[in-house]
Nanobody, 124 residues
Framework: QVQLVESGGGLVQAGGSLRLSCAAS????????MGWFRQAPGKEREFVGG????????YYPDSVKGRFTISRDNAKNTVYLQMNSLKPEDTAVYYC?????????????????WGQGTQVTVSS
């Protein structure tokens, strides 16, 4: 059974940093890519970055480029989302998800597995 478990969310002041973790289990992910999404109340789920598990190649939308960094630890089967210079508008539930390499990064429907999400709140 595939499981993605996010952790590391919390409350942080604007300008601060947080690192989220996504622990993956239940299958081999070497042919997969991992995406991070966020969803604020009343808004659609938004892609904030991804990483190909095998090559560690990363991809970011312009909205977070330069502030968010994704990495992975093969030994721990864990993907990380380092978020710096956080803004109140970054407040959302953050999700990790897994998809086959070759599918689009941004479309939620292209992801096969999802975690339960972790809340990030940035105060002004």
């Amino acid at each position: 059974q595939v499981q993605l478990v996010e952790s590391g969310g919390g409350l942080v002041q604007a300008g601060g940093s947080l690192r989220l973790s996504c622990a993956a289990s239940g299958r081999t992910f070497s042919n997969y890519a991992m995406g991070w999404f966020r969803q604020a109340p009343g808004k659609e789920r938004e892609f904030v970055g991804g990483i190909r598990w095998r090559s560690a190649t990363t991809y970011y939308p312009d909205s977070v480029k330069g502030r968010f960094t994704i990495s992975r630890d093969n030994a721990k089967n864990t993907v990380y989302l380092q978020m710096n210079s956080l803004k109140p508008e970054d407040t959302a539930v953050y999700y990790c998800a897994a998809k086959s390499v070759g599918r689009s990064w941004e479309w939620t429907k292209d992801y096969d597995y999802w975690g339960q999400g972790t809340q990030v709140t940035v105060s002004s």
